[in-house]
């Protein structure tokens, strides 16, 4: 049944608000903490994300494409599926592409100049060293000696000091556009995602908002980190941009989907869309990242996605009861 419009968009904005807060508190947590987060705990929590989106695609997505049962919206099914696959896929050849001078080269550099200061400044003072072997002998030697070594210290100091400042100068990390365009696109994405659940019902709605929160902190917490080396000033915008254009994705998917309501076909394809780009955020971005680091697997840390799985099944029961 087609909604009022401002009805849709004032419960859009609403759902979509508890992911978005979750995503602006990751985005946050990098800039104003020193501290990294626990790396296992982490990996945990992106395993426990996993489950809960499986959950959310199985519950709520699935079963409508499995009640669609006339030739168009078979057909609108393939089309729906078959963009939402092209189009991550397509965002992660922009991601890869974009190369980022990030810290690592700046460290290597500085570096390179402290160590070409010290070594420019002990080969002064071993130069120094065997003239002086050549000349006066007694304390007038050592003193001399001990006077020109300390000299030479400084300036190689003074050196390997100005070699950082230049080079702090010259290596700034530029912003990572591509990859701020796939930030921007997933949160319009999942934004979607929530509109389009809110049409098929309010617990479906509600369901994805609280499903979406963990992935949203963590990719929220990923761009953060990446956009850290930048000013404060293109930092904390780039940081709170995503959580907006995440709630206006939402007021348009609910808008496009209660005007497709009436048209099934369109609707399902919609959904369709919706599937193949949570699946590819489950297995080719949150598992993939979880263990990209090359280490071992740790048991608690894998069961995390039944847990999760699991967490939706029961949680979704406790909705459906409760908005009954």
């Given at each position: 049944s087609v909604l009022p419009?401002?009805?849709?968009?004032?419960?859009?904005?609403?759902?979509?608000?508890?992911?978005?807060?979750?995503?602006?508190?990751?985005?946050?947590?990098?800039?104003?903490?020193?501290?990294?987060?626990?790396k296992l705990l982490s990996f945990a929590l992106q395993h426990f994300a996993a489950g809960m989106l499986l959950a959310a695609v199985a519950q709520e997505l699935v079963p409508p494409l499995s009640a669609a049962d006339h030739w168009h919206d078979i057909v609108a099914i393939i089309i729906g599926f078959s963009l939402g696959v092209g189009l991550m896929i397509g965002l992660e050849f922009v991601v890869s592409d974009e190369e980022e001078p990030g810290s690592d080269t700046k460290e290597v550099m500085l570096k390179e100049n402290v160590e070409h200061g010290h070594t420019h400044g002990a080969e002064q003072c071993s130069d120094h060293e065997s003239s002086d072997g050549h000349s006066d002998t007694g304390s007038r030697k050592s003193s001399h000696s001990q006077s020109l070594k300390r000299s030479l210290a400084n300036s190689s100091f003074r050196i390997s000091e100005k070699n950082l400042k230049e080079s702090s100068r010259i290596i700034v990390p530029s912003f990572p556009i591509a990859f701020a365009a796939a930030v921007y696109i997933d949160s319009a994405m999942d934004?979607?995602?929530?509109?389009?659940?809110?049409?098929?019902?309010k617990s479906a709605g509600l369901f994805m908002a609280v499903a979406l929160c963990v992935e949203m902190g963590f990719l929220g917490l990923t761009f953060s980190t990446a956009v850290m080396g930048q000013p404060p000033s293109r930092s904390i915008p780039a940081a709170v941009i995503g959580p907006v254009v995440m709630m206006v994705g939402s007021m348009i998917g609910g808008l496009v989907a209660n005007a497709l309501a009436a048209n099934n076909a369109a609707l399902?394809?919609?959904?369709?869309?919706?599937?193949?780009?949570?699946?590819?955020?489950?297995?080719?971005e949150l598992l993939v990242s979880a263990h990209e680091?090359?280490?071992?697997?740790?048991?608690?840390?894998?069961?995390?996605?039944?847990?999760?799985?699991?967490?939706?099944?029961?949680m979704e029961k406790m909705l459906t009861v409760q908005l009954q």
């Open positions: 419009p401002v009805q849709v968009m004032v419960q859009s904005m609403e759902l979509a608000a508890i992911p978005a807060v979750t995503m602006l508190l990751g985005g946050i947590y990098p800039l104003v903490s020193s501290r990294p987060p626990n934004g979607l995602l929530i509109g389009l659940a809110l049409v098929t019902g399902v394809g919609c959904t369709a869309f919706g599937v193949a780009a949570l699946l590819y955020m489950v297995c080719e680091s090359g280490e071992e697997h740790v048991w608690w840390v894998d069961l995390q996605v039944y847990v999760g799985f699991m967490f939706s099944l029961i």
